[in-house]
């Protein structure tokens, strides 16, 4: 990814931060974005050291507007941007009869609304400046297999699989932009696990779901990013990469 410009939304901490430092790390010039200015300060400082350059942007990728803004300005400070990733995410625990129409409104927004704010900006870009782009969105495999408390996210993250596959086709043949997914389970240090598995007894029984018997580590998901991001990955669209330990084939879910 060396001379490279990557935009990564939700990138102040958790995943996103992740994925941004190993793209950081491989030399990439990297565009982090969140809502909260001080987290992404403190996100660059710790990335200061690695051969990649950081630009941090305050955005809500709810507002077209701001996602619109932070590409322009990627583009003065960097020439463009060459890749994306679609991290930021909001999600929490709910009985769905009596989820609320905010809080429903809140997650399809920023997961399904956001992700294609932010993918419509760069693939418009893309092709006017005739450009081969990449994009990897994150999912869970909830979008595929449903879950009990999270019928938000998993109808935003559904949403957001159909969308990668069709934009791989569409965009695919035409532009040469490709669009992949990855649908990470329980993740070590990213507070999803922490805000979803709500207490020991629930710990232990989604441990035990996992075949490979453990979590997943930020940096294994970073990796596999970097990867389809790569030249390495040139001949892959379309596709989802489930990084969870095989939960899901075990008939178990996240939560």
Not at 15 to 28: E, N, Q, S, V, W
Not at 118 to 123: E, N, S
Not at 161 to 190: D, F, H, K
Request: net charge negative; aromatic share 6%; proline share 1%.
């Amino acid at each position: 990814m060396t001379a490279k410009t990557v935009l990564v939304t939700g990138g102040s901490n958790g995943m996103g931060k992740a994925i941004a430092t190993r793209l950081c790390r491989d030399g990439a010039n990297v565009v982090i974005t969140g809502r909260d200015p001080e987290k992404l300060e403190r996100a660059k400082d710790e990335m200061a050291s690695l051969d990649g350059k950081v630009l941090t942007v305050a955005m809500d990728v709810r507002s077209r507007e701001q996602v619109e803004a932070t590409f322009s300005q990627a583009k003065e400070t960097f020439g463009g941007v060459d890749a994306l990733v679609n991290n930021a995410a909001g999600n929490f625990v709910v009985q769905a009869e009596t989820l609320s129409d905010n809080g429903w409104h809140s997650v399809i927004d920023i997961v399904l609304n956001g992700t294609w704010y932010c993918t419509q900006t760069a693939a418009k870009e893309w092709i006017a400046d005739k450009k081969e782009g990449s994009i990897v969105n994150i999912v869970a495999t909830y979008a595929w297999t449903g879950a009990a408390g999270v019928v938000h996210s998993a109808s935003a993250k559904a949403g957001v699989l159909a969308m990668s596959r069709s934009l791989a086709v569409e965009w695919g043949s035409r532009y040469g932009i490709r669009v992949n997914c990855i649908a990470p389970g329980a993740v070590e240090n990213t507070g999803g696990v922490e805000k979803l598995i709500l207490d020991e007894r629930m710990h232990k029984r989604v441990l035990q779901s996992i075949p490979a018997g453990r979590f997943g580590k930020l940096e294994e998901i970073a990796g596999v990013a970097a990867f389809l991001l790569s030249e390495d990955a040139a001949y892959i669209t379309g596709d989802c990469i489930t990084m969870d330990g095989g939960q899901w084939m075990n008939g178990a879910r996240f939560i």
